[in-house]
């Protein structure tokens, strides 16, 4: 990073942690063990978007249940003092322990196994050695594979923020929800986009265009492409079967975006925040359900059941109960991370031994 004109105050802090090992047991995607980290079953052209049947949505919702695990099980241990790093092998090997494989690892020679973007990175940091301090926030993107790929991240405070960061917070997670609630059979995909910017329009806030949403099952990323600004001219309607990640990337200030040299790392132009939510939905006959999200009928039933072991204990004891300005972020979207080259950045960044 020599030479390198920083948008903000964020610094990475080298050398990189060795490469973590996955055992030979786990089952592999295609771009894990290749030099490239090239995915040939991504390369084939896409005839449309895919419809899964009953078995492979089966899989779906097992895949984005471990991811849910590994995802609140990382962000218990954000605290000011622990390093990105510690927290990818917190990741890592949650992960392992469910005998998936962590999907970026290696996709396109990403180093690690969970994106890890602070501060004014807007997506696909790198953990280094940088310890997160109080006032930070940190956006942990998780995903996994067994055989099948889930997909989901989200924004996290370390200690006490400001306002403004929460604020930023909040709507990007609004923002999210409120898309998720218009999608079922029939809705355009553009819809999504104008929702989004519904949300975020009145908060004076941009919308990243760079990055989109995908499609997401044995792929890590495939058709369609969802965009999360307003306007867009996205063909095609959502279908029964069709899985997807819906992933706003909020900033406080300009929409426009820089990529650190290690060809991942994407900053904000002008150094101030982003946040980011996602979630993998799938489209039902009726409507849409968040794959990446516990039961709701689950937590309601549990909730019923703690309810009447209150009761009865009580009856036992006998006692009383931002707006984006025009010509800002117009560059080609790209499909979540980016697969179109390799990031050739990454070699040059040093690597300790010690794992």
Not at 74 to 94: N, R
Not at 150 to 167: C, F, H, M, R
Request: contains cysteine.
């Amino acid at each position: 990073m020599r030479n390198y004109q920083f948008t903000g105050p964020l610094r990475p802090v080298y050398p990189l942690s060795e490469k973590r090992l996955v055992p030979p047991h786990i089952a592999r995607p295609d771009y894990a063990d290749h030099p490239q980290g090239f995915s040939a079953c991504e390369a084939v052209r896409e005839k449309g978007v895919k419809i899964l049947t009953k078995e492979e949505i089966a899989k779906m919702r097992y895949v984005c249940k471990l991811a849910r695990e590994v995802l609140d099980l990382t962000a218990s241990h954000i605290k000011p003092g622990i390093t990105t790093d510690e927290l990818d092998a917190i990741c890592h090997q949650a992960c392992v322990d469910r005998n998936s494989y962590p999907s970026p690892l290696n996709y396109a020679k990403f180093p690690k196994s969970v994106c890890t973007s602070v501060n004014e990175c807007i997506c696909h940091g790198i953990p280094d050695q940088r310890p997160l301090v109080e006032g930070d926030i940190i956006n942990l993107d998780v995903s996994l594979c067994e055989c099948f790929h889930a997909d989901l991240n989200a924004t996290y405070p370390v200690g006490k923020i400001d306002q403004e960061s929460q604020d930023l917070i909040d709507t990007t997670r609004k923002s999210m929800e409120e898309a998720i609630a218009i999608c079922k059979p029939g809705v355009p995909y553009r819809e999504i986009g104008n929702k989004i910017e519904e949300i975020v329009r009145p908060k004076g806030y941009s919308i990243v265009r760079r990055y989109t949403g995908h499609g997401v099952h044995n792929l890590f990323h495939c058709q369609p492409n969802v965009v999360h600004y307003g306007g867009s001219k996205m063909p095609g309607k959502m279908e029964a079967g069709q899985v997807f990640t819906i992933e706003p990337m909020i900033n406080l200030g300009t929409a426009n975006l820089d990529h650190w040299r290690d060809d991942w790392t994407a900053v904000t132009m002008d150094g101030r925040r982003s946040a980011q939510f996602e979630e993998t939905i799938l489209i039902t006959e009726t409507g849409v359900e968040i794959l990446t999200r516990p039961p709701t009928s689950s937590s309601s039933s549990h909730n019923k059941k703690k309810k009447k072991k209150s009761k009865s204990k009580t009856a036992v004891g006998g006692g009383s109960g931002g707006v984006s300005t025009p010509g800002e972020g117009d560059e080609t979207p790209e499909v979540g991370t980016p697969t179109g080259e390799v990031a050739d950045g990454v070699e040059g960044l040093e690597v300790d031994g010690s794992s």
